[in-house]
């Protein structure tokens, strides 16, 4: 926020600043790994990654680079030293697969306490770039549709919902689908400027993300979904929430990714 050329501000995704004294500006966004990290750190280590460049791509931001901070136990550890590995081939598989390179980073390692390390938690920011900071999403309008775009190979193992509500981490997250995640990045940065609304699903899944669009915009939606708690709180594919004018959701439903 400093030295206002803040053009959508930190809270949903990406914050964007302008590059005066031009129209383009900059998506920035980090993000972490949720629940599921202690469970396959190579997948967490490619979604935090995909992650990341969603929420710039939701802003309207073409990827440009990431950087990493990489916070595990003791790598004197075998298992540790497994963890720490496996993430990171996991992030380098997904930058390979984005095109985006790795400009920095660092690490924070031996993270315990009474012989008990932390969770993997590779935690990644990434900035991309706006083409034109006036056709930034924002929030969703009286009229809009709704959609839903990428991957169905959602599930609650490893979910922010099985974590609060069946007891903790469990089972195995889907693998991620490189090439589908690579493809909805793309997809989503070169739609969002035609978008009312873009958001990232993530963390709690689609009812989450609902959530957090509604409280941005101020105003409900109505909804067409099945009662299952899958199909609300799943984690694991790449998804995002479209909102557009009704004559542009014809255009983005025949779309392919």
Known sequence: LVGSRTVRRPGLDAPVLRLRPSLRGIAVSLDGPGSAAGLDPRAAGARVVFEAARNVACASGRPLAVTDCLNFGSPEKPEIAWDLAEAIEGMARACEVLGVPVVSGNVSLYN??????????????????????????????????????????????????????????????????????????????????????????????????????????????????????????????????????????????????
Do not use: M
Not at 139 to 165: N, P
Not at 240 to 253: D, F, K, Q, S, T
């Open 112 to 257: 315990e306490t009474d012989g008990r390390a932390i969770p993997p938690t590779p935690v990644v920011g990434c900035v991309g770039l706006v083409g034109d900071v006036r056709r930034v999403p924002g929030a969703w309008r009286e009229g809009d549709v709704v959609l839903v775009a990428g991957g169905d190979g959602v599930s609650l193992d490893g979910s922010e919902y099985q974590a609060r509500f069946l007891g903790g981490p469990a089972g195995r997250p889907p693998p991620p689908d490189y090439a589908a995640e690579a493809a909805l990045v793309h997809f989503l940065w070169r739609a969002a400027p035609g978008l009312a609304a873009a958001h990232d699903i993530s963390d709690g899944g689609l009812a989450v993300a609902l959530a957090e669009l509604a409280v941005h915009a101020g105003l409900g939606a109505e909804l067409d979904l099945p009662a299952d708690a899958g199909e609300w709180f799943g984690e694991g594919a790449g998804r995002a929430v479209l909102a557009c004018a009704p004559e542009r959701a014809e255009a983005l439903e025949g779309a392919k990714l």
